[in-house]
């Protein structure tokens, strides 16, 4: 089973988005989160995928799982993600 787009939605000035789920039970997945106004709202964009790996531009837009450029590597804490 695959699916486009699962859910999208704003949350504390973010612009979620879950797609590209497939199996049953999804085994796949793909979730990004921008600004919904880039410099008031948020500055970062992130990306992550079933590899648990969160990846971001510093520049707020929508990260890929193989873009180059500004994209980073996050490293979480209980309460923290930084590069």
Do not use: W
Request: proline share 5%.
């Amino acid at each position: 089973m695959t699916f486009c787009l699962q859910a999208a939605a704003n949350k504390s000035g973010y612009h979620f988005i879950v797609a590209n789920l497939t199996g049953t039970p999804v085994v796949t997945y793909s979730s990004t989160a921008t600004p919904v106004v880039i410099g008031q709202s948020g500055q970062r964009g992130f990306y992550s995928d079933q590899s648990g790996v969160i990846r971001y531009t510093t520049d707020g837009t929508a990260p890929h799982e193989r873009e180059s450029g500004t994209l980073r590597t996050a490293t979480c804490g209980p309460a923290l993600c930084r590069s």
